[in-house]
């Protein structure tokens, strides 16, 4: 198997409004050569109802996943 390997761009600014709030923004994209992954994601919540029976408050959703 060839080593994977990733390109990335990744670009940034960081403005100070007042003393007390600034304001961040990030722009990035990601090339990916030779990616392997075993992939089982699934949602374990929805809306705040879980499938192991409990609820969460606010509508909370939950997804887990594992690479």
């Not at 990335?8 to 003393?19: C, E, H, L, S, V």
């Not at 879980?50 to 594992?66: H, M, Q, V, W, Y």
């Amino acid at each position: 198997m060839d080593n994977e390997s990733v390109v990335t761009w990744d670009a940034g600014y960081r403005g100070k409004i007042t003393d007390t709030f600034s304001l961040d923004a990030t722009v990035f994209y990601s090339e990916y050569d030779n990616l392997r992954m075993i992939d089982d994601g699934r949602w374990i919540c929805t809306y705040g109802y879980c499938e192991d029976g409990i609820t969460l408050p606010g509508g909370t959703a939950i997804f887990r996943n594992s690479y």
